[in-house]
């Protein structure tokens, strides 16, 4: 195995896009979980060792499809940004019902694991264990959102000494109401109250930033809201972006991305995560 990775990760060092249109690919695959014969991968970017601060903040983004579906690749390009900007950016794999036959349990079970290894394996990361973000989209939002809120579904083999909760978020167009009137509830309802987390805010709860589209069809910009006011009445900063007349997964394209992209990387600033540029 310890070949078949060194093989792969040389593979991924060597190979560069062919244009600038191509999602960039990550420095490195690390293994962070393996549950049975299904071994879940940290997918990493890093700052330049030439630039870059010790220990730095770091990010860890989830990928979207439902819980069903998807890949890590989604937040390729995110990520080669926060790196090139002086963050350690991470996309991580986890288990999804299309290809592992799971629940959205898995789903965070996976992603509490990821914070976990990445606290646990900071100074080895060179990253600061206090500045670890979360980011997600739709379900990866989620994701990100459950293991900042949500207690329990842990994976039993975790390091439970080492904390979950990453201290900022990061969140676009995030499925964070599972409730009777949020998103998957049919999938979730016999546990929706302990897994919703909109309905898990507290004052532990780290500061957020979401981008929302006025117009999506799976988040109403009113669940948005809702989150912004359940955050801010515990004296928790929740900052949000709507986007008028935009719907679900607006962020991957054209100027949204670019807009979104920008707000993000401001507010990691303002926590202290990046430095600011000349403009900022």
Same mark, same amino acid.
């Given at each position: ?32 979980? &393996?549950?049975? *014969?299904? &071994?879940?991968?940290? %997918? ?5 060792? *030439? ?26 390009? $995110?990520?080669? %940004? ?17 290809? %592992?036959? &799971? ?17 646990? %394996?900071?100074? $080895?990361?060179?990253? *600061? ?129 670019? *807009? ?21």
């Amino acid at each position: 195995m310890k070949s078949l990775m060194l093989t792969v990760c040389s593979a991924l060092l060597l190979w560069q896009p062919a244009c600038a249109d191509e999602k960039p690919n990550p420095d490195k695959l690390i293994p962070y979980k &393996t549950v049975g *014969d299904v &071994t879940l991968n940290l %997918h990493v970017f890093e700052p330049a060792e *030439d630039s870059r601060e010790r220990p730095c903040a770091a990010i860890v983004f989830f990928f979207g499809g439902g819980w069903k579906g998807g890949t890590p690749s989604q937040f390729y390009s $995110q990520s080669r %940004h926060l790196a090139d900007r002086g963050m350690v950016a991470i996309c991580a794999e986890y288990r999804i019902s299309s290809k %592992h036959g &799971t629940t959205p349990q898995e789903c965070v079970k996976d992603g509490k694991s990821a914070i976990r290894w990445v606290r646990k %394996h900071a100074e $080895q990361l060179g990253v *600061d264990p206090e500045r670890i973000a979360a980011g997600g989209g739709s379900a990866g939002g989620h994701v990100a959102a459950a293991t900042a809120t949500v207690d329990g579904f842990s994976e039993e083999s975790d390091d439970s000494t080492v904390s979950c909760r990453p201290d900022a978020l990061v969140l676009f167009n995030p499925v964070y109401d599972n409730g009777p009137d949020g998103y998957g509830y049919d999938r979730v309802k016999e546990y929706w109250k302990s897994f919703s987390p909109l309905h898990n805010v507290s004052d532990k709860t780290p500061p957020s930033i979401v981008f929302l589209g006025t117009k999506d069809k799976l988040i109403p910009a009113e669940t948005g809201k809702a989150w912004k006011s359940a955050n801010e009445k515990v004296g928790v900063r929740s900052d949000l972006h709507l986007y008028d007349g935009l719907g679900h997964g607006f962020f991957n394209r054209g100027e949204s991305f670019d *807009d979104t992209l920008n707000k993000t990387d401001a507010f990691l600033v303002s926590l202290g995560y990046l430095n600011p540029t000349k403009d900022q």
